[in-house]
């Protein structure tokens, strides 16, 4: 069955580094979505990908967090400068069309720890 | 502000009793509403989709109902087995054509199916 990997699983960096999360969605799939989950809260959309650009952000999605399509299977999650609070859970989800017709894929997260 | 709540208490049940979960929402009129299965450490695994002219939806032991009035769905799931222990997150969605048709979720509520 298709799934959505993300890697890595865990990732421990120092805080004012820079990471990037890889996701690789399902591969007919046309939205790509990444969310993050602090720990013991709710699941929290970050922003939304379709037609090699972004359709929608949250607050969250400040100008320290960048995402791209660099070729035609990854999509990555940039955060520019890790702060303390960057620790979550970051979940990348595809779908085949729209949230509101149809599932969201969810791959199984990568654990963000900034030290 | 929008607001979704779901019960932050752990609901525990026999096995074979019916489970049932309450997603509430204010502020709030969704185009469709999403119930998804989060495990411990892993990504949100989607369940059943039910749009604002549906009342009703049923997959095998599950059924989500949708009641806009009282702003409020019911997440059912009969002869509950120990394997169904996990916390269900609902998520609601809004109108592409009126703004945001990306998902928001609840914090969760948790089942524990006893043996």
């Known amino acids: 069955e298709p799934e959505v990997t993300q890697t890595p699983s865990h990732q421990v960096t120092q805080m004012g580094q820079e990471v990037i999360l890889r996701c690789v969605p399902i591969?007919?799939?046309?939205?790509f979505y990444w969310y993050r989950q602090i720990l013991g809260q709710k699941v929290e959309f970050l922003v939304s990908?379709?037609?090699?650009?972004?359709?929608?952000k949250s607050e969250i999605f400040d100008d320290q967090f960048s995402v791209e399509r660099p070729d035609g299977s990854n999509f990555t999650l940039k955060i520019r400068s890790t702060k303390l609070e960057d620790s979550a859970m970051y979940f990348c989800?595809?779908?085949?069309?729209?949230?509101?017709?149809?599932?969201?894929?969810f791959g199984q997260g990568t654990r963000l720890t900034v030290v | 502000s929008q607001k979704i709540e779901q019960n932050s208490e752990a609901l525990n049940i026999q096995e074979g009793k019916t489970a049932t979960l309450t997603c509430n929402y204010t502020?709030?009129?969704?185009?469709?509403l999403q119930w998804y299965r989060q495990d411990p450490g892993r990504g949100p695994v989607f369940l059943l989709l039910?749009?604002?002219?549906?009342k009703e939806k049923r997959k095998e032991r599950l059924k989500v109902t949708f009641d806009t009035t009282l702003k409020q769905s019911l997440f059912h799931i009969t002869a509950s087995q120990p394997a169904d222990s996990a916390t269900y997150l609902c998520?609601?969605?809004?109108?592409?054509?009126?703004?945001?048709?990306?998902?928001?979720f609840g914090r969760g509520t948790s089942l524990i199916v006893h043996p």
């Open positions: 989800a595809s779908s085949p069309d729209r949230a509101d017709y149809t599932e969201a894929f």
């Open positions: 591969s007919n799939h046309l939205y």
């Open positions: 990908f379709y037609n090699n650009e972004i359709s929608e």
């Open positions: 502020n709030y009129s969704p185009a469709y």
């Open positions: 039910i749009r604002e002219n549906e």
């Open positions: 998520a609601l969605g809004g109108h592409a054509s009126g703004g945001s048709y990306i998902p928001t």
